[in-house]
């Protein structure tokens, strides 16, 4: 079993038709793409994993037309924000703009941005599997959940002071990870 | 209160609220504080895109094992419909019965429950099933039928379950849901009696060293058969909510009239599930309760759930299985619920 192929490799034998690192793709860049696709579109959860899921059927099927030596992160970055706005418009029943063309075209500047951009976001990534399952199950319940740290700590059956700090110190960890300074967040 | 750095803002509950927009009072609160206070706007900002991402974030980490498999399953009927194509013929013949089928479906509309050849995907495919003196066991076949084998109740299945019929023995009480498959005719064998089934639900109660059956019909149709030497004859012809007593002196069955209290009682006197799936506890739950249920939100749909439940009523089992999802229901009519 392969264990840490680079994209590069994940992409090559993608390309060449390998099912199993197509779904190694996918599984690298679910979480990644779900969220941008969401903070793109102001939310719409269902329809983004919809998309994102059609996504990568349609690069699947179009593989032996991909080119080869790319960058692969800002590559699939770039044509599925494109591929997301082009449905969405469509969705909304708004003119699709007519520059949805070959899958080949990038844009310089798109791809450089697409690089600054998912460094962030790797990190926090990596940061959510530095907390304790304790902290993380806590932001869980807190963020996913909505649940109010009174709820929290019902269901933990533990006191609010000790829910708080759990809380805090997750988030504090979460924020230590991430370059303070460049929170280039938005697009 | 001192505002310093977006970290304040994050330590913050009323802040947190009105990000993840739980109550209007926050919301208006911090819109409010935001319009006296320009210079805290980065800060805002900075803390409240933080908060969102990583909602944003633990969503997709949630949802991310369910869509890997769906892709997976995609990739697979990709495979099958291609080498599907190669058969033309067959294809062209297929639709045409498909089509006069639908036609006739159309004509003939299912009162039943829709089919459950879903619970198929649960099914542990043994041969050899039998409920320990004190509790039931629940049974998924890999037909997608569904069995509730009482306290000692014991059944075994043949080993060619699914080839041209479904046979299999049993000793005891059990109840059964048939998933519908009129080519395989589903047989339950007690003693000298062979009780057959389509797509049907009934409950038997066999004693087979003193050569009694009684047979109780849900739904569908059931046909009675005893063995006398080497031959089948038939005993019995069941309608919906007939039951039937059959025992070794008597030459006339005794037919009685039942209700779907009366199953649904039977059913739910003993309820169990044993690191279920969600999907799997409202499969079995239509079946004890014949309802209908609709899950809006498929992302609860991984949880497992353990738990018995004992005479209770759908509405107390519907709120315990809600509550632990974090999800409500509702009934839209009598038999539709939908969680939400």
């Known amino acids: 079993m392969n264990v840490n192929r680079t994209d590069a490799e994940l992409w090559i034998s993608f390309c060449a038709g390998d099912e199993e690192s197509f779904i190694k793709l996918y599984e690298q860049y679910y979480s990644m793409f779900f969220v941008w696709g969401c903070k793109w579109l102001g939310g719409e959860h269902d329809f983004v994993k919809d998309q994102l899921h059609d996504f990568f059927i349609y690069i699947w099927e179009r593989r032996a037309k991909l080119s080869v030596d790319i960058n692969v992160k800002a590559y699939l970055l770039t044509s599925f924000r494109r591929q997301l706005f082009y449905q969405w418009k469509k969705h909304k029943k708004i003119e699709p703009s007519s520059e949805f063309t070959d899958f080949s075209e990038t844009d310089e500047s798109e791809l450089l941005q697409a690089e600054l951009v998912t460094e962030q976001f790797s990190k926090l990534e990596k940061a959510l599997t530095l907390l304790s399952p304790a902290q993380r199950e806590v932001v869980e319940l807190r963020f996913l959940q909505n649940k109010s740290l009174q709820e929290i700590a019902d269901l933990k059956n533990t006191t609010i002071r000790t829910t708080y700090n759990l809380l805090h110190r997750g988030i504090s960890k979460l924020r230590s990870e991430i370059n303070e300074k460049k929170f280039l967040w938005l697009w | ?340």
């Open chain 2, 1 to 340: 209160m001192e505002f310093k750095s977006s970290d304040d803002f994050l330590k913050n509950q009323s802040f947190v609220n009105s990000c993840l927009e739980i109550n209007q009072e926050d919301v208006d609160f911090w819109k409010e504080y935001a319009s006296k206070n320009p210079d805290k706007l980065p800060y805002m900002g900075e803390a409240a895109e933080l908060i969102k991402d990583l909602q944003l974030l633990l969503i997709a980490e949630k949802l991310k094992p369910g869509a890997v498999s769906t892709l997976r399953e995609h990739l697979k009927a990709r495979e099958r419909k291609h080498t599907i194509y190669l058969w033309k013929y067959v294809a062209v013949a297929a639709a045409v019965l498909f089509i006069l089928a639908s036609l006739v479906f159309l004509f003939y509309p299912s009162k039943n429950l829709p089919g459950k050849p879903e619970l198929a995907k649960f099914s542990t495919h043994k041969y050899f099933y039998e409920a320990g003196t004190n509790e039931r066991k629940t049974v998924n076949l890999w037909d997608g039928s569904f069995v509730i084998l009482d306290k000692g109740a014991r059944l075994t299945i043949d080993p060619a379950f699914g080839q041209s019929d479904r046979k299999m023995q049993l000793s005891g009480i059990a109840y059964f849901k048939v998933a519908k498959d009129k080519i395989r005719p589903f047989k339950v064998y007690t003693g000298k009696y062979v009780t057959t089934a389509v797509g049907t639900a009934f409950k038997l109660q066999a004693n087979n060293t003193l050569h009694k059956l009684k047979v109780e019909l849900e739904e569908g149709k059931v046909t009675v058969e005893k063995k006398r030497g080497n031959l089948w004859h038939l005993v019995a012809t069941l309608n919906p909510k007939e039951s039937v007593t059959l025992g070794e002196e008597s030459h006339l069955p005794i037919s009685q009239k039942l209700s779907d209290r009366e199953f649904s009682k039977w059913k739910t006197q003993e309820v169990i599930f044993e690191n279920a799936p969600m999907k799997e506890v409202l499969l079995q739950l239509e079946i004890y309760y014949n309802v209908n249920i609709s899950l809006q939100d498929t992302t609860v749909a991984p949880r497992t759930f353990n738990g018995t439940f004992r005479h209770d009523s759908l509405q107390s089992v519907m709120e315990m299985i809600c509550f632990s999802v974090n999800k409500q229901f509702k009934f839209i009519d009598s038999n539709h619920i939908i969680i939400y």
